[in-house]
C-alpha cells in the first residue's frame, strides 16, 4: 500500500470517519499530481520549442505565450480545487499556482507516503502528509517523464533518481457531508515550522 495511514490522538468512535477524510484527500491529491506533472511537462516545452498545441474534448488549442499559458493553468488548478476547499480557503487563496517543480510534491501518494490523521471531533481533521524518504526511480514508461528527464540530461544532470523535499498539513473541515480543506501548510521534510500555503 503506497499510501500509510496513522491515526494520531484520534478516539476509537471516529477512526473509520478519519479513514474516510484521508481517502478523500487521497483521491484528490492523486487528480492535482497528475495536473501538476502534466503542467510541468507542457510548460518545459512552450519555454524549449514555443508552442504547446493541446486536444480537450475535440477542440485544439494553441499556446505561444507563456504568460497566457500560465494563467490558463491557474484557472484549471482553482476549477479542480475549488470544489473542494471551504469559501475561508477560496478567499485567503493569493493565487492558485501549482506545477512549481517535478515531480509534484503529491506524487508520493502514488510512490509511499504516510498519512498522519488527527481527529477529536466528527467535524474535523488534521492530516500531515509526509512523502517516504527513499530515492524513487523516474517512471520511464510515462511519455512527459521521459521528455523531462530527457531534458535534464542535456543539461548534465544524471536524472535517474529523485526524492521528495516537502511535507504537507491540511485541515479538513465537514460541510455538507463532505470534506473540504479549509487549510493547506507546507514544511521541509525534515523541518518543524509549518508556513501557509496561500497558493493551493
Known amino acids: 500500500m503506497t499510501v500509510k495511514l496513522v491515526a494520531r490522538d484520534t478516539p476509537e468512535k471516529f477512526r473509520s470517519t478519519a479513514e474516510e477524510a484521508a481517502q478523500t484527500?487521497?483521491?484528490?491529491?492523486?487528480?492535482?499530481?497528475?495536473?501538476?506533472n502534466k503542467s510541468f511537462a507542457q510548460y518545459t516545452r512552450l519555454c524549449k520549442k514555443g508552442q504547446v498545441i493541446e486536444f480537450k474534448d475535440g477542440v485544439r488549442r494553441e499556446f505561444t505565450d507563456i504568460q497566457d499559458w500560465k494563467e490558463e493553468m491557474k484557472r484549471r488548478f482553482a476549477a479542480l480545487l475549488d470544489p473542494h476547499c471551504t469559501q475561508k480557503m477560496i478567499a485567503q487563496r493569493r493565487d492558485c499556482l501549482h506545477a512549481e517543480h517535478f515531480p509534484s510534491?503529491?506524487?508520493?501518494?502514488?510512490?509511499?507516503?504516510?498519512?498522519?490523521?488527527?481527529?477529536?471531533?466528527?467535524?474535523?481533521?488534521?492530516?500531515?502528509?509526509?512523502?517516504?524518504?527513499?530515492?524513487?526511480?523516474?517512471?520511464?514508461s510515462d511519455p512527459d517523464v521521459r521528455y523531462l528527464v530527457e531534458d535534464a540530461k542535456r543539461g548534465g544532470h544524471s536524472a535517474q533518481c529523485y526524492s521528495y523535499f516537502q511535507k504537507?498539513?491540511?485541515?479538513?473541515?465537514?460541510?455538507?457531508e463532505e470534506w473540504h480543506i479549509d487549510e493547506a501548510s507546507c514544511d521541509s521534510l525534515h523541518g518543524d515550522r509549518w508556513r501557509r500555503d496561500y497558493y493551493f
Request: proline residues 4%; charged residues 25%; positive net charge.
Open 168 to 176: 504537507y498539513r491540511f485541515v479538513l473541515k465537514r460541510e455538507a
Open 25 to 36: 484527500l487521497t483521491a484528490l491529491l492523486r487528480e492535482l499530481a497528475a495536473m501538476e
Open 105 to 140: 510534491s503529491f506524487n508520493c501518494v502514488n510512490t509511499g507516503c504516510q498519512m498522519i490523521i488527527t481527529m477529536k471531533s466528527a467535524g474535523k481533521a488534521v492530516v500531515q502528509l509526509v512523502p517516504d524518504k527513499d530515492s524513487i526511480p523516474f517512471d520511464l
